[in-house]
């Protein structure tokens, strides 16, 4: 028999605010009776690349900056699964921003959970791309992860939202987790979640955040003015919230497997089953 390991208690400061990510994923997936042997979890770098242990899923522990590549190539191996990369800031949007734009541009259908408190928390306090001008001396203009993700016309899920808003953060990994597994494409939800440690946000990501879903005249899929909307709303010294895009592109896997109902990961694989495939792959070089 297989051995099954139990979740390992977080290693999270209290307070941290990745234990109210790992809460409202635990609600999600729970509401949607998604079976932990049907998800696997991609964990990064960092505090938030411990999540994967922390759920009773199957898990997998990425290399720095390489969580994406990873989560896809488990997609494409088997599409049935649900597949959720959860990473940090300085993991997803410094190292492994490379991948994080062609992930938006290749549309595969993942959930990519970036929990975001502008500091490498583990690595104690140093600024990370989207650390605020001011915070440890940085100058330089933050990373804004949505306004790329929105300029990326083959995206087709973007959110954002706020770990002390359970209700709307478990609403959107809901909405996330659903896009993906129709096969609809890649759905980016980064999350505000506060390092209390190093850069303790709390209570102004409260103050400053703002539902644009609570504006009934917002519009989702209007990719042009969500943009226009969520720059503005940067401008004002707001941090915008909510569902922000959806749109339609076609998916990664869609494109990429030649039999989507037959994955790799369900098929004969063994040399007996493939003798006469492999024997004329090598007539075809000789």
């Given at each position: 028999m297989p051995k099954v390991f139990t979740p390992q208690t977080p290693i999270w400061c209290p307070g941290c605010g990745d234990f109210g990510v790992l809460a409202a994923l635990k609600k999600a997936l729970n509401d949607l009776k998604i079976p932990p042997h049907e998800t696997?979890?991609?964990?990064?770098?960092?505090?938030?690349?411990?999540?994967?242990?922390?759920?009773?899923?199957?898990g997998y522990h990425s290399l720095h900056g390489r969580l994406l590549p990873t989560a896809i190539g488990i997609k494409l191996a088997n599409p049935r699964?649900?597949?959720?990369?959860?990473?940090?800031?300085?993991?997803?949007?410094?190292?492994?921003?490379?991948?994080?734009?062609?992930?938006?541009?290749r549309n595969p259908s993942i959930v990519y959970l970036v929990m975001n408190n502008g500091t490498?928390?583990?690595?104690?306090?140093?600024?990370?791309?989207?650390?605020?001008?001011?915070?440890?001396g940085t100058k330089e203009i933050p990373f804004e992860p949505i306004l790329t993700a929105l300029s990326i016309r083959s995206?087709?899920?973007?959110?954002?939202?706020?770990?002390?808003?359970q209700v709307q953060l478990q609403f959107l990994i809901k909405e996330a987790i659903q896009h993906a597994n129709a096969g609809k494409g890649f759905a980016f939800l980064d999350v505000l979640s506060p390092c209390v440690t190093y850069n303790d946000t709390y209570a102004e990501w409260r103050k400053s955040t703002v539902d644009m879903n609570a504006d009934k005249s917002f519009d989702p899929t209007n990719r042009a003015l969500v943009f226009e909307r969520v720059?503005?709303?940067l401008q004002e010294g707001k941090i915008p919230t909510g569902l922000l895009y959806?749109?339609?592109?076609?998916?990664?896997?869609?494109?990429?497997?030649?039999?989507p109902a037959s994955p790799i990961a369900t098929q004969d694989l063994t040399p007996a089953g493939k003798i006469e495939e492999f024997k004329k792959l090598i007539a075809r070089y000789r």
């Open positions: 696997i979890l991609v964990g990064g770098i960092g505090c938030s690349g411990h999540i994967h242990n922390d759920l009773l899923v199957y699964l649900t597949v959720i990369a959860a990473g940090g800031d300085g993991d997803g949007y410094a190292i492994g921003g490379n991948h994080f734009l062609h992930a938006l541009r490498y928390g583990l690595t104690k306090g140093q600024p990370s791309p989207t650390a605020q001008i001011g915070f440890e995206t087709t899920f973007v959110a954002r939202g706020f770990s002390g808003n720059l503005n709303t959806k749109g339609e592109s076609p998916s990664f896997e869609s494109m990429q497997l030649k039999d």
